[in-house]
Structures are given as structure tokens and as C-alpha cells.
């Protein structure tokens, strides 16, 4: 289960050190996609297909660092690279989709109807990406994309070692 390449004059506690970060950062990337899953869950967050999208994202990069962490391999590396880029454009993508919804419901919103028109627009968008307008929290599928990115850093030139 080795995790570095070795360097002249690198120190042995380096490579261990890295180890543990690996697991580390692999942990709090499980830990990200399960809290990521839970706030999924208390939102009800499977009322259609679109909003399946991120559950079966999230199953996949669950998957994927579960893999990583049992045995540590060049294919559950690729898997967790493919699932962790595809976890970040999910979120990338989620996230705007909720801005746009809440910009959408600025309009309409009673907090915000009469002045909705004359705010500026970075005002709106402020109002939108904050919570203060609209249903959809943008953190949700932020934490998407985190997750994704945690689990990236945990491979990140990682290299068999000799056998």
C-alpha cells in the first residue's frame, strides 16, 4: 500500500506522512459525500429525474473512495480521478442551476417582489446565491464539488509501490 515515489534524500517519515494524508483527506471526502447525501435526503431531494442526478454522482464517488481506501490500485485511482471530475462538474453545474432558480423566484418572492426589478444585479445574484431569495441552496451542491476535490487531492500523484 505504498503511496509515493522515492526521492534521493527523502526521509521515510515524508512518505508515511503523505500516507496519512491520503487517508485522511479519503476520510473527510467520505465523510463530505455522506453529509452531502444526508442534506439530499432531509431536502427530499428525488422529486424528478433532474434531481436524481446528484444522488447516483454522489453513489458513484462513494464507490469509488470506498475502493481506494480497501485496495489502492492504478484502476481505483482512475476510478476516483473520473468520479472526482465528474463529482466537481456535477457541482459546477448543480450550482448554477440553483442560482438561476432562485433568481428565477426573485419576482415573485413577497420578501422581494416590489423591489426585485430595481435591485441591481449584482444585488439579485447576491440574494440568490445567499438563501435570502428562492428555494434552492446553493451549498448543497457545493458540497458536491468539494467532495470531489478532496478525494482528487487523496490520489493525487499517487504511484504503486514495489511489490
Partial sequence: MSSTSRTPGADPDDARLVSIYRQVLTLVGIGTVLGALTELAMLRHWQGPAQLVPWAVLAVLLAAAVAWLVRRTRGTVRTVRVAAVVSVL?????VYEHVLANLRAGAVDPRYADAWESMSGAAQLWAAT???????PVLVPGTMGLAGVLLWLAVLRWRPGPA
Wanted: proline letters at 8%; a neutral charge.
Fill in 90 to 94: 456535477g457541482s459546477a453545474y448543480g
Fill in 130 to 136: 445567499s438563501g435570502a431569495v428562492g428555494p434552492s
